[in-house]
């Protein structure tokens, strides 16, 4: 069972969320950028190798030829974006718990928080689509002009991700939370230690869960139009059959890399500021 310290306001987890979105993206962008150009190198041809071998290799050849500016490359899109996403992706969750409880003072179980997160997903999708579209393009050095319907290229993918690593998302950051908090204590008496810690793996379990499907959008997304016609089903058939099912796995080590400390960042930066609006507004 999980332990709800005081009334759920999506409100206040509308701006603390915001707030704590723009913590990871400090936090995470570099990796995100690696993240992506591993997933998105052309196959080499015969007698060619790889541009980049591995997340290592990514860092140092981009530091080396574009310096710091490289690995924040692209980063006015998702500072845009990261703000209403992360603000509707809390407030998603916390609309998620409150529309579950009959009651002020209801605990939630843990399949409960899941469907919460999962709503969340569905929330974040429509603003997470084309912020992650124009990251892509950005980092690929390409400029794509296709309308409202070519920026939310990928929608279907989006969900199959989000969705699921949502729920994945909250539910194991509510259950560390619950497993550090000392017997007789609440939530916001956590360590910063702790929530760290808790934002950190919540992080690692929702891109553990969401890794395939990332791999399949940003292949679709980047790739020209009309090339894959059955959407998703073409992308994985292609990358299996060239590639083998490791593929799906492709910049595994720079999405763990990122996950613990930008999620770490993200939580931190949430509990602060609900801490500053239940202080400011105790009634909202």
């Not at 999506?10 to 969320?17: C, E, L, T, V, Y």
């Not at 920026?151 to 989000?162: C, E, N, P, S």
């Amino acid at each position: 069972m999980s332990k709800q310290p005081q009334p759920i306001s999506p409100m206040k987890n509308f701006f603390a969320g915001g707030f704590g979105g723009v913590c990871l993206v400090f936090a995470g962008h570099p990796l995100d950028t690696i993240k992506v150009r591993l997933q998105t190198q052309p196959k080499p041809k015969p007698g060619e190798s790889l541009i980049y071998k591995g997340t290592m290799d990514c860092f140092k050849k981009t530091f080396a030829q574009e310096g710091i500016k490289g690995l924040y490359k692209g980063m006015a899109a998702p500072i845009i974006g990261v703000t209403p996403m992360f603000a509707v992706c809390f407030f998603g969750f916390g609309l998620g718990k409150k529309l579950q409880q009959k009651t002020p003072d209801d605990i939630l179980t843990y399949p409960q928080l899941f469907a919460a997160g999962m709503l969340s997903g569905v929330f974040t999708t429509a603003i997470m689509t084309p912020g992650e579209h124009v990251v892509i393009w950005e980092n690929e050095c390409l400029i794509m002009c296709s309308g409202i319907r070519g920026i939310y290229k990928g929608t279907a993918l989006t969900l199959m991700r989000d969705v699921p690593a949502s729920g994945m998302y909250f539910t194991s950051y509510e259950w560390l939370k619950n497993v550090l908090t000392p017997p007789g204590k609440s939530h916001s008496e956590l360590s910063v230690p702790s929530v760290l810690f808790a934002g950190g793996m919540a992080g690692i379990f929702n891109w553990a869960v969401a890794i395939p499907a990332d791999v399949l959008k940003s292949r679709f997304q980047t790739a020209p139009e009309g090339k894959y016609p059955n959407g998703f089903r073409d992308v994985l058939r292609e990358l299996i059959r060239e590639e083998g099912v490791a593929s799906l796995y492709k910049g595994f080590n720079a999405v763990m890399l990122r996950a613990f400390p930008a999620n770490a960042a993200c939580f931190l930066g949430f509990e602060c500021a609900m801490k500053f609006l239940n202080w400011l507004a105790p009634n909202l």
